[in-house]
């Protein structure tokens, strides 16, 4: 009886692996289509009245047509004009809404795109945070390195990667995991540390890879 029960437990727990992640995938799409489609509402509506399209298509016209918006934006601000415009405009909105540059940073760094000041830009690490002679490690981000030789570290908190503490620490204290990507990082902190031996067996079979490739 006790078997049959474990068994139950093990293939209900196992099946339950394979549809919650797909039923909460689904979840965040319907509450995505739902928030883009009310905020977007007004545009359609105008569209619908305009033209013979049903609801759905009058969403995809118009979610096309913001996407283009934003790619020809995306174009703008690589010329001169385009940074002048968005230098001035930035400062504009800055004084206006003092926190819009916080939602801008915080959007870049999730983001991770055309930013060089990116999170996902940075280099893994591993930092003795309690000083070079703990055996104590966190994984972190390295987000600056100083004239010094000293580092700024974010090590993110688990399971939520996007919160977490920021570090300056010296050379001696960080580790560079210079095989392991940010998201191959981020993963290990979503799951609460599971998938970290194998992330640094990786990079230790690498770096013995690259070192022997060296040698030859």
Not at 117 to 131: H, R, V, Y
Not at 159 to 166: D, E, H
């Amino acid at each position: 009886m006790k078997r049959f029960r474990s068994f139950l437990t093990l293939t209900i727990l196992g099946g339950l692996t394979v549809v919650l992640p797909i039923a909460l995938l689904a979840m965040i799409f319907v509450w995505l289509f739902g928030g883009i489609s009310e905020l977007i509402s007004p545009l359609t509506g105008m569209l619908r009245e305009e033209t013979t399209l049903n609801e759905f298509l009058a969403f995809v016209v118009v979610f096309g047509l913001i996407l283009s918006a934003c790619f020809l934006v995306g174009l703008l601000i690589k010329t001169r004009l385009g940074v002048w415009m968005h230098s001035h405009v930035d400062g504009w909105l800055a004084k206006l809404a003092p926190g819009y540059r916080t939602i801008r940073e915080v959007v870049s760094q999730l983001l991770g795109v055309g930013d060089e000041t990116s999170l996902f830009s940075g280099q893994t690490a591993l930092a003795k945070i309690f000083g070079p002679e703990s055996p104590v490690t966190v994984t972190a981000i390295v987000t600056s390195r100083h004239p010094n030789g000293s580092f700024t570290v974010f090590v993110p908190t688990a399971p939520i990667p996007t919160s977490g503490l920021t570090y300056h620490l010296p050379a001696d204290c960080i580790e560079l995991l210079a095989h392991v990507s940010v998201e191959e990082a981020m993963r290990t902190i979503i799951a609460c540390g599971s998938g970290s031996a194998e992330m640094l067996s990786k990079n230790a079979r690498e770096a013995q890879k690259k070192l022997t490739e060296y040698e030859d």
